[in-house]
């Protein structure tokens, strides 16, 4: 399995996170399912601390070492 680890930086009213988050498929991903992978976390995120919460940062890439 291929692990890759998503690192969202957020802020809001009185809110400043940073989110990691996990993803494992058993291929690399392409251009367009990493995209795809972009827009369902934020969607997420959105969900879960309100529409008002603005993403400051973002990146997703393959943990070599699998850890």
Do not use: W
Not at 17 to 30: G, Q
Not at 51 to 64: A, K, L, N, S, T
Request: proline share 1%.
């Amino acid at each position: 399995m291929i692990k890759y680890v998503a690192t969202v930086k957020i802020q809001g009213f009185e809110l400043s996170r940073t989110i990691k988050s996990e993803l494992y498929k058993p291929y690399y991903m392409t251009d367009e399912e990493l995209e795809e992978a972009e827009k369902m976390l934020k969607t997420d995120l959105k969900k879960i601390f309100g529409e008002d919460i603005e993403i400051v940062g973002y990146h997703i890439g393959v943990c070599e070492n699998g850890k």
